[in-house]
């Protein structure tokens, strides 16, 4: 069974740093591409970041660029977001997900998010 | 960069009735569009991939069609667990999302 499992997130003061990770279960994390995702509270799905799946290629949406940081270790089967100079916008529940291999455009697996709240 | 524009907001309807959702596009992205749904308190879950492949378990009631900038997701006889807000994202360098639409259950 696939799992994805966020975890790291919590409160900090703007201006801090916080590091999210997703463990993967279940599939051969190494040959998945891999994406973050947030939704700030009541609000839409926000691209965050994708990574490939050796870690050649990552890419990062406009509002996130020069203090968000994606990497992956596939030894550990551990996706990492390094977030810094966070933001009150950048409060959301991070999701994870898998990049589908047998697509152009689809994430098949999701984990169940991690809150992150900045706030001073 | 690509902006989607999810239609209507809001949908009201019955069981048993049709859903047709809108995805428009403000440049072309070929083929290259999912549709997503997600409920209260989950995460979202992929229904629809490359505009017309349902997901794996995805009910035969749910189908993607379009091309070029205008994309559609319709939900054929609505079940009261199709209750749920629906986004599409596109595949390019940033894999964006629609803004989304809420489908409620009379």
């Known amino acids: 069974e696939v799992q994805l499992v966020e975890s790291g997130g919590g409160f900090i003061q703007p201006g801090g740093s916080l590091t999210l990770s997703c463990a993967a279960s279940g599939f051969t994390f190494s040959d998945y591409t891999m994406n973050w995702v947030r939704q700030a509270p009541g609000e839409g799905l926000e691209w965050v970041s994708y990574i490939s799946s050796s870690s050649s290629t990552m890419r990062y949406a406009d509002s996130v660029m020069g203090r968000f940081t994606v990497s992956r270790d596939n030894a550990k089967n551990s996706l990492f977001l390094q977030m810094s100079s966070l933001r009150a916008g950048d409060t959301a529940v991070y999701y994870c997900a898998r990049q589908c291999t047998t697509c152009y455009v689809g994430f098949d697996y999701w984990g169940q998010g991690t809150l992150v709240t900045v706030s001073s | 960069e690509i902006v989607l524009t999810q239609s209507p907001a809001t949908l009201s309807l019955s069981p048993g009735e049709r859903a047709t959702l809108s995805c428009r596009a403000s440049?072309?992205?070929?083929?290259?569009l999912a549709w997503y749904q997600q409920k209260p308190g989950q995460s979202p879950r992929l229904l629809i991939y490359d505009t017309s492949n349902r997901a794996t378990g995805i009910p035969a009631r749910f189908s993607g069609s379009g091309s070029g900038t205008d994309f559609t997701l319709t939900i054929s006889s609505l079940e009261p667990e199709d209750s749920a807000v629906y986004y599409c994202q596109q595949r390019s360098s940033w894999r964006a999302f629609g803004q989304g639409t809420k489908v409620e259950i009379k």
């Open positions: 440049q072309s992205v070929s083929s290259y």
